[in-house]
């Protein structure tokens, strides 16, 4: 399996602080990698998929960029329904594989 | 607007099977799309654990593909996770979520069902 190694495991940040999330494949997936967001009542939504496309609905202030093995997800400017947990994922290879998440927390 | 929803016992005994279903409305499940389960451990690793396609083919993750069965019932527009001989380190949080093969994305969610596994 893919391993997907997702940095930093937690974060702080400020209100309209420019943050990013990184994940690095154990090897190449084409860009095959999508992002998603856990609310602390559980609830999973898509972000991202296929690297940096956006998923209906998402705004703008959510990006992600990548090639290779490394991959990122970048918020422009914090809102206070950014705080979650995030996830990215890949696709490139059976069976679909899950970084360990990112908690961002408001510092 | 679809929805998805899980449903079953929030706690099994080790040894035992884990059952549960994930309610569809808004989306009939053989229109399309291919139909997961994922499963969230405490410590918040998040592990795939297999679809149901809208023909009714299945695709499992090899770590469990002895112990897991998914399977619907397409006249209440549900799918089942199935998975036996539980142990302790099998409580998570499961979801279930529809999968878009052309995004490749799983872009819609249930809520989660947690389950715990004790004797």
């Known amino acids: 399996d893919i391993q997907m190694t997702q940095t930093p495991s937690s974060m702080p940040a400020s209100l309209g602080e420019r943050v990013t999330i990184s994940c690095r494949a154990s090897q190449g997936i084409s860009n095959y990698l999508n992002w998603y967001q856990q609310k602390p009542d559980g609830t999973i939504k898509p972000l991202i998929y296929y690297t940096s496309n956006l998923q209906s609905g998402v705004p703008s202030r959510f990006s992600g960029s990548g090639s290779g093995t490394d991959y990122s997800l970048t918020i422009s400017s914090l809102e206070p329904e950014d705080f979650a947990m995030y996830y990215c994922q890949q696709y490139d290879s059976s069976p679909p594989t899950f970084g360990a998440g990112t908690k961002l927390e408001l510092k | 607007e679809i929805q998805l929803q899980e449903s079953g016992p929030g706690l099994v005994k080790p040894s035992q099977s884990l059952s549960l279903t994930c309610s569809v409305t808004?989306?009939?499940?053989?229109?399309?799309?291919?139909w997961s389960w994922i499963r969230k451990f405490p410590g918040n690793k998040m592990e795939w654990m297999g679809y149901i396609s809208n023909s009714g083919s299945t695709n499992y993750n090899p770590s469990l593909k002895i112990r897991i069965s998914i399977t619907r019932d397409t006249s209440k527009n549900q799918f089942f996770l199935q998975l036996n001989s539980v142990t302790t380190e099998d409580t998570a949080t499961y979801y279930c979520a529809r999968f878009d093969y052309y995004s490749n994305i799983m872009d819609a969610w249930g809520q989660g069902a947690s389950v715990t596994v004790s004797s």
């Open positions: 808004g989306y009939t499940i053989t229109s399309g799309y291919d």
